[in-house]
């Protein structure tokens, strides 16, 4: 009936369609479910920064778009963007100026980032136009759903959702955990 | 008066239960019956108050989400026991597209029949049931109260309804 095990799995495994940071190998895989333009978000980005540069090459990190629409009228775009941006290679440094400049997201705003990071700005500007990544934000939005993502941002370490602080040290300790018991998942 | 023993061994109503029914304010002066929405899916999000940070605020969530919950044909209803009021000026302040049920009166009335009640604090469980078009309860789980349990379980719950349980 009410088992734990029952919600905050993680149904979509990382993989070639992800945006990762990390070797493939690594032992420990965080998934962060996002929204560009959410205060949390950007509270969380240095300290998922600060939790890779204290795990370092044992971690592997994805992140994956969860836009709130209904609060935050400017996120669907600016996942569009990020994706307009990795088709040209660009994903994270988007990411980043995204994150950092959250005060200013209309659509010029982003256009003028693709523009500052070296990207062909008119081939992103066309693509948020012809919404070319609406389908593929959407698959990301709706893994998330299926994973048991309740807000943002949400993480998942080795699939599993961390339903603790996500503050550098209980994300860190949390990591070494998961590390250090590879098989806690797949057996709770 | 805190009685913590009840609270554990009661628990929510199991799947197979036939589902109560209720009458609650969905709004200072409208009401909603549980068998007025007999012949599709009904999710109940019992939850414990209204004003919860709002990117992680369960039902700004599953406003987020309806449109899945509508391909099933269900409908969502949260339940607190805050007042008709209070759910108005969340419901505004979030533009959930939803109704906020008032189990306001007897407080925790209908939360106490569906078993998650939580005596001594004056709140529900953040609790979730989905209930088939006959009225019968499918699928039932308690979350950690601090915990938002978001929307998997219901979603899976929602694929195992056979097509006639959501007959129109």
């Not at chain 1, 690594?26 to 795990?55: F, M, N, W």
């Not at chain 1, 048991?148 to 080795?158: D, E, R």
Request: hydrophobic residues 40%; proline residues 6%; aromatic residues 8%.
């Amino acid at each position: 009936m009410s088992r734990k095990d029952e919600t905050g799995i993680l149904v979509l495994p990382v993989g070639e369609r992800d945006h990762v940071q990390g070797p493939a190998d690594a032992p420990v895989t965080l998934v962060e479910y996002g929204d560009l333009e959410c205060p949390y978000c950007r509270q969380a980005y240095p300290i998922v920064k600060e939790v890779q540069s204290r795990v370092g090459s044992r971690l592997r990190f994805a992140f994956r778009h969860f836009p709130l629409t209904e609060i935050h009228r400017h996120a669907q775009h600016a996942a569009e963007v990020a994706e307009a941006a990795a088709a040209q290679g660009a994903f994270w440094q988007m990411h980043g100026r995204l994150f950092e400049r959250q005060f200013a997201l209309e659509d010029d705003n982003l256009i003028e980032y693709a523009r500052d990071l070296g990207l062909d700005a008119d081939r992103v500007a066309g693509e948020l136009a012809a919404r070319t990544y609406k389908a593929r934000v959407r698959e990301d939005f709706m893994s998330g759903v299926r994973s048991g993502v309740n807000g943002t941002p949400t993480f998942f370490i080795n699939g599993v959702r961390h339903d603790q602080s996500w503050a550098a040290d209980s994300l860190t300790a949390a990591i070494e955990r998961a590390i250090t018991k590879p098989a806690e998942s797949s057996s709770a | 008066m805190i009685d913590t023993e009840t609270r554990m061994t009661s628990g929510p109503l199991s799947p197979g239960t036939r589902a109560p029914d209720f009458t609650l304010h969905s709004g200072p002066d409208r009401t909603v019956s549980l068998r007025d929405l007999r012949g599709r899916p009904v999710i109940l999000a019992f939850y414990p108050a209204d004003w919860s940070p709002v990117c992680g605020d369960q039902m700004a969530l599953y406003n987020e989400i309806l449109p899945e919950f509508k391909r099933y044909g269900a409908e969502v209803l949260g339940v607190s026991v805050d007042g008709a009021w209070c759910h108005k000026a969340f419901a505004d302040h979030r533009q959930l597209h939803f109704l906020l049920l008032a189990d306001f009166e007897p407080k925790g009335a209908v939360a106490r029949r569906y078993g998650v009640y939580r005596d001594g604090e004056g709140i529900t469980e953040r609790a979730l049931f989905v209930i088939d078009g006959g009225g019968v309860i499918r699928w039932s789980y308690v979350s950690p109260i601090d915990v938002n349990p978001g929307a998997d379980g219901i979603l899976r719950a929602l694929d195992e309804l056979e097509p006639g349980g959501a007959a129109r």
